[in-house]
T-cell receptor, first 112, second 116 residues
């Protein structure tokens, strides 16, 4: 069964700073998900990636399958980026019909 | 509808009562997931449906929890004899194909259950 660890748990930064959130998992996967959850709000899928790098606006996600590690980067951070960022991977290796297991999330606060 | 819809958005009940939570996934999405999120924690997997069948129910905490999806669309999560520890936000998500097959997930806003 896959285990996910995220770091840091909490991160406070100033507007404009470059942000990095890390995710490590224990078992080989078909794809990793990065999700965003605003306080009191629903969860939005940011990225789903199985190799390399993906970019969407100021967000960049990378994954190293051999190292079982992924990072989420935010460039030119803005107060509206303040949210909980969650990494999720399949519960079991090999894909197929299964659910996700989630990290505990990184609580990001961007101060103006 | 345009997104995943969950009802009720809030439910307050007394210990020992029966509760039903409903999820209406995005039209055409065959994969449907139920998760539970306690305060300050990441979501916890409960059950996964592919079509009408529960493909993986390994996350259901005990036999008080049951979920159905009789026509392969709307799903209902049923909790019997509720306990205070069941208080959480229950999240539903759907995707076109399973996450194991790299399907992107779309989440509902959740149903907040409070057991007094």
């Amino acid at each position: 069964k896959n285990e996910v660890e995220q770091s840091p748990q909490n991160l406070t930064a100033q507007e404009g700073e470059f942000i990095t959130i890390n995710c490590s998992y224990s078992v080989g996967i078909s794809a990793l998900h990065w999700l965003q959850q605003h306080p009191g709000g629903g969860i939005v899928s940011l990225f789903m990636l199985s190799s390399g790098k993906k970019k969407h606006g100021r967000l960049i996600a990378t994954i190293n399958i051999q190292e079982k590690h992924s990072s989420l980067h935010i460039t030119a951070s803005h107060p509206r980026d303040s949210a909980v960022y969650i990494c999720a991977v399949p519960l079991y290796s090999g894909g197929g019909a299964d659910g996700l297991t989630f990290g505990k999330g990184t609580h990001l606060i961007i101060q103006p | 509808g345009a997104g995943v819809s969950q009802t009720p958005s809030n439910k307050v009940t007394e210990k020992g009562k029966y509760v039903e939570l409903r999820c209406d996934p995005i039209s055409g999405h065959t994969a449907l997931y139920w998760y539970r999120q306690s305060l300050g924690q990441g979501p916890e997997f409960l059950i996964y449906f592919q079509g009408t069948g529960a493909a993986d129910d390994s996350g259901l905490p005990n036999d008080r929890f049951f979920a159905v999806r009789p026509e392969g669309s709307v799903s209902t999560l049923k909790i019997q004899r509720t306990e205070r520890g069941d208080s959480a936000v229950y999240l539903c998500a759907s995707s076109l194909i399973s996450v194991g097959g790299t399907g992107e997930l779309f989440f509902g806003e959740g149903s907040r259950l409070t057991v007094l």
